[in-house]
């Protein structure tokens, strides 16, 4: 049984003060409802997952009985940072679970094709991340503003969600940094601090993330 995670607990600070993001209305329904649909619309998801900062269940409960979503769900609290809200959803999952897909709630352009390639390659290699190689010039800063150096793209990736695992592998990851007081700004960092390895799974179709006001315009036009 494959469940996906849906993280959906942020504070989504750089949207500005008093603007859930995952709430905005793009393209006729709110942003978390495009990223829900995308998952429950999908044949290689069987459960869902969404964490969600505490007080706000029954908003987004209210948000599915009018979604038309087909199906099984639940809610789960998020913790303080995001890798504390993974593990909540993760230890939610339903018996007999063996795979879960990791999914930033503020993705919701996710193609279909990644979701099933990503848990496909999971299942092979133990994690997966879709992504693309980076095709821009990359220069790092000096931290005053000015170049430091030309970094070389030619092996770099640019990753994204979802983030596909077997789930003894990410609960194993996750585990060994809460034991070691790590921070990780996604799920294959965990990996990663435990040498598993993660297959990058290529996806050359728009999957942006909502960050700033200025990328709902874009992702109106994206989803219409």
Request: net charge neutral.
């Amino acid at each position: 049984m494959t469940s996906a995670i849906i993280v959906a607990a942020g504070q989504g600070i750089r949207m500005g003060h008093g603007t859930d993001k995952l709430l905005q209305e793009i393209a006729g329904r709110p942003v978390i409802v495009h990223t829900w649909s995308r998952f429950d619309r999908s044949a290689a998801i069987d459960r869902i997952v969404l964490v969600v900062r505490d007080g706000m269940q029954e908003t987004f409960a209210n948000l599915a009985r009018h979604a038309d979503l087909q199906k099984p769900w639940k809610l789960v609290p998020g913790g303080r940072m995001r890798q504390d809200s993974v593990w909540n959803g993760l230890q939610a999952v339903d018996p007999g679970t063996d795979m879960v897909a990791i999914q930033d709630g503020a993705r919701p352009c996710t193609p279909p094709e990644a979701i099933t390639q990503t848990i496909e390659a999971a299942r092979r290699v133990g994690a997966a991340v879709t992504g693309c190689p980076v095709i821009d010039t990359i220069k790092e800063s000096d931290g005053a503003g000015r170049i430091a150096r030309n970094v070389e793209r030619g092996r770099l990736w640019a990753v994204q969600t979802p983030q596909a695992f077997r789930l003894d592998v990410i609960l194993r990851a996750l585990q060994h940094v809460r034991e070691h007081g790590l921070s990780v700004t996604d799920d294959t960092a965990a990996c990663e601090a435990i040498s598993q390895p993660v297959e990058l799974v290529e996806n050359l179709l728009p999957n942006p993330k909502v960050t700033v006001p200025a990328d709902l315009a874009y992702l109106e036009w994206l989803l219409r």
